[in-house]
């Protein structure tokens, strides 16, 4: 897979070590740290997809690290594995998600996760000619002016026909077809085994890509071939907290009505109100507010699984929208999460000549 260079890196965290941190808030009822400690590990983890003889089922992984099933049996099985997979293309059969959705009568996002059909023979994507530089700034760097254009961005994909590959819905509904079941490895000969992108070599590339494009996407609706994709700093002081952004006050579509967060492009009405600004977050969050440690180095199981949680509303069936694979796309919040997500790997490259990827 050729490696993306567009993911810049802000100048905030890069030059230095991982930071630690620690604060304790009268209003907030746990303490904040990015201390990592490698000697304990009594964390559910969520792990693997399919291991041999042990065949783990990574269905709610999400949900799953919240405790909810039993996940102490998990902690010793090693790194994760990523066999050889074949992308599906639209020739491939495609299935309504039925994985990792506990309550599916009452999955408000829908099943069916499916691309739209395409007459289209496709092809290999080509990276086009590299012109001009995209930096991902930092959520809460932003200016007041990048950050309506970003909404105008978004509110530009919510206005695209639902069918339009590239609308707010379609996007959403990509992390879905890949996380819940949707494809199969048919192309390798197994379409008993479903692709499912998470807890293994394949997280980072993945969602890179995903990134890519939906990156592009923004930008050429708002005719800015600059355009870079925010990312939420969570591992830094100033970041720790949902981007105020996504739930500020926008004004009304309606003549005379006061601005209310609803119309606001970024505000998604399933989130954990309990944790939005100025509420700092929990790195390690499982399901409770916890204030422990977290393992060096497990971005997907760690942070990365923890910012899901914290972010979904418990709520809701299925810990709808950032705490189940199926809806999580349909939360500015993902891409915001991911694209930190994405700058982690990147760090870790830049820490160490050693750091290659598998
Ligand atoms: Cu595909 Cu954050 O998960």
């Given at each position: ?16 070590r991982p930071r630690l941190y ?209 990312y939420w700093n969570w591992d ?123």
């Amino acid at each position: 897979m050729a490696s993306l260079s567009l993911s810049t890196l802000s100048t905030t965290s890069l030059s230095s070590r991982p930071r630690l941190y620690s604060k304790t808030s009268a209003t907030h009822r746990f303490k904040v740290s990015c201390n990592s400690n490698s000697s304990t590990d009594d964390n559910p983890k969520l792990i693997l997809p399919m291991q041999n003889n042990n065949n783990v089922d990574r269905r709610n992984i999400l949900l799953g690290l919240g405790g909810l099933y039993g996940a102490a049996n998990l902690t010793n099985i090693g790194s994760a594995l990523a066999y050889p997979i074949t992308a599906p293309d639209n020739i491939s059969s495609c299935v309504a998600a039925t994985q990792g959705i506990t309550d599916l009568g009452n999955a408000v996002r829908g099943t069916a996760c499916c691309p739209p059909s395409s007459q289209t023979t496709p092809v290999p994507y080509v990276l086009p000619k590299f012109t001009q530089l995209r930096v991902r700034p930092a959520a809460h760097r932003l200016t007041p002016e990048y950050i309506e254009k970003y909404q105008e961005a978004i509110k530009a994909m919510k206005a695209l026909p639902e069918d339009d590959p590239r609308s707010w819905k379609q996007q959403g509904k990509i992390h879905c077809a890949y996380c819940n079941g949707g494809y199969s490895q048919e192309m390798n000969g197994h379409p008993e085994l479903k692709i499912q992108v998470h807890n293994s070599s394949l997280f980072f590339p993945f969602h890179r890509w995903y990134l890519y494009f939906y990156e592009r996407i923004l930008g050429s609706l708002i005719n800015d071939p600059t355009f870079g994709l925010p990312y939420w700093n969570w591992d830094n002081p100033m970041g720790m907290m949902l981007p105020p952004m996504l739930e500020t006050p926008y004004p009304s579509p309606i003549p005379n009505r006061p601005p209310n967060a609803k119309y606001n492009p970024l505000f998604d009405p399933y989130r954990n109100v309990a944790h939005l600004p100025p509420t700092i977050l929990d790195l390690n969050y499982r399901g409770t507010e916890s204030g422990t440690n977290i393992l060096a180095g497990k971005v997907e199981t760690g942070v990365h699984t923890a910012m899901h949680i914290w972010v979904g509303n418990p709520r809701m069936a299925n810990n709808e929208d950032m705490g189940n694979f199926y809806s999580a796309g349909y939360d500015p919040a993902f891409y915001l999460h991911h694209s930190n997500v994405d700058r982690m790997w990147q760090i870790w490259k830049d820490l160490d000549t050693r750091n290659v990827d598998p």
